[in-house]
């Protein structure tokens, strides 16, 4: 099946430190790569949704300065969280599907704790 | 845009027993409906899918309806066992949108 690799899977670091989170398509080509927070107990929450060699589509009230998204091979999109402060502590999943309306395959999350 | 609303939040079942998540949608042109896991700690990961060109589709225990008129669609877990414990979290695709909207999400405990 479709697996799809995230790492790290925890991460706790300083207020100011920036963040990068990768996440890859293992045994197939990922035309489309998603972005969630989830909070605890709660439901997923889309950041961004990145196709291959353009840019990152942000959801209102994202800051697209604040979450960087590359996107820049079929296998490979990171989200680097720049100048990360206590309140960007959350579980962060991404995602990749080969074409539209095709099934969503996540990774494992990463944890991001700020101090 | 999409909205997905799924019910209920919390469901507690005994173990042996069905349970069952439902979930409603409001754009119509919507054809792609997956169902994922959420186990604590991990990511989503699907677990069945239907299209709008089938009414039913089942996996063993797992079985997905599509009600297309009333824009609702239901997970049917039968004979659960605790290791069905999770996180379930419905979406519907609309072909115009690229992304898929999820449901709050129903957090289904089996009782041993």
């Known amino acids: 099946g479709a697996v799809v690799s995230q790492h790290p899977s925890r991460v706790i670091c300083k207020s100011g430190t920036s963040v990068k989170i990768e996440c890859r398509s293992l045994d197939f080509q990922a035309t489309t790569m998603f972005w969630y927070r989830q909070f605890p107990k709660q439901s997923l929450m889309l950041m961004a949704t990145?196709?291959?060699?353009?840019?990152?589509?942000?959801e209102q009230g994202v800051e697209k300065d604040k979450f960087l998204i590359n996107h820049a091979s079929l296998t490979l999109s990171t989200l680097t969280v720049t100048s990360a402060h206590p309140e960007d502590s959350s579980f962060y999943i991404c995602?990749?599907?080969?074409?539209?309306?095709?099934?969503?395959?996540f990774g494992d999350g990463t944890r991001l704790s700020i101090l | 845009g999409e909205n997905v609303e799924q019910h209920p939040s919390t469901l507690s079942v005994q173990e042996g027993d069905s349970a069952v998540i439902k979930c409603t949608y409001s754009?119509?042109?919507?054809?792609?409906f997956p169902w994922y896991k959420q186990e604590l700690g991990k990511g989503p990961q699907l677990i069945i899918d239907?299209?709008?060109?089938?009414g039913e589709k089942k996996d063993q225990r797992i079985a997905v309806t599509l009600n297309k008129t009333a824009k609702h669609f239901s997970l049917h877990i039968t004979e659960t066992q605790p290791e069905d414990s999770a996180v379930y979290f419905c979406a519907a695709s609309p072909p115009w949108a690229g992304k898929s909207t999820f449901g709050d999400g129903t957090t289904l405990t089996v009782k041993p």
């Open positions: 754009d119509s042109a919507s054809n792609y």
């Open positions: 995602s990749a599907s080969d074409s539209h309306n095709q099934p969503q395959h």
């Open positions: 990145s196709n291959e060699g353009s840019k990152a589509t942000y």
């Open positions: 239907i299209r709008s060109n089938v």
